[in-house]
């Protein structure tokens, strides 16, 4: 469903769907460079509508929650935070294989030679 829509589309549908962004649709069409009737016009199509449900729904369950938490885990991982890298392993550890997904099996090979380069050694998980 992503591939429906533009950047700018995917941008408005984040800041409509998340509760704790307060701007106006004044301020998000000046943000996005889009007229406000755009904005509108958007908002009222029903597979926009279906879309923003979906988004909703990842940043008010806490499924979504955990998933958003993860995200920003990984992020300050690939930005090289050691303390993150740490909290990684500490977290893979605790989870047992069924909750792993291939992505995350991609993103610990690629931890551990960070491991290795850090500390020389990749700690047993």
Same mark, same amino acid.
């Given at each position: ?14 800041? #409509? ?13 000046? @943000? #996005? ?5 755009? *904005?509108?016009?958007? $908002? ?10 979906? *988004? ?16 920003? *885990?990984? /992020? ?10 740490? @909290? ?11 909750? $792993? ?9 690629? @931890? ?11 700690? /047993?998980?």
């Amino acid at each position: 469903m992503l591939t429906e829509y533009s950047e700018k589309q995917r941008q408005a549908a984040r800041m #409509l769907a998340r509760p704790d962004d307060h701007r106006t649709l004044r301020e998000m069409s000046e @943000l #996005l460079e889009v007229p406000v009737s755009t *904005l509108c016009r958007w $908002r009222n199509d029903p597979k926009f509508q279906s879309y923003l449900q979906q *988004l909703t729904e990842r940043y008010t369950t806490p499924q979504g929650e955990r998933q958003r938490i993860w995200e920003a *885990l990984v /992020a300050q991982c690939e930005g090289g935070n050691v303390s993150a890298i740490k @909290l990684y392993f500490e977290l893979s550890r605790q989870m047992n294989e069924q909750d $792993r997904g291939e992505e995350d099996e991609s993103l610990l090979e690629a @931890l551990r030679q960070g491991a290795k380069e850090v500390w020389g050694h990749v700690p /047993a998980i």
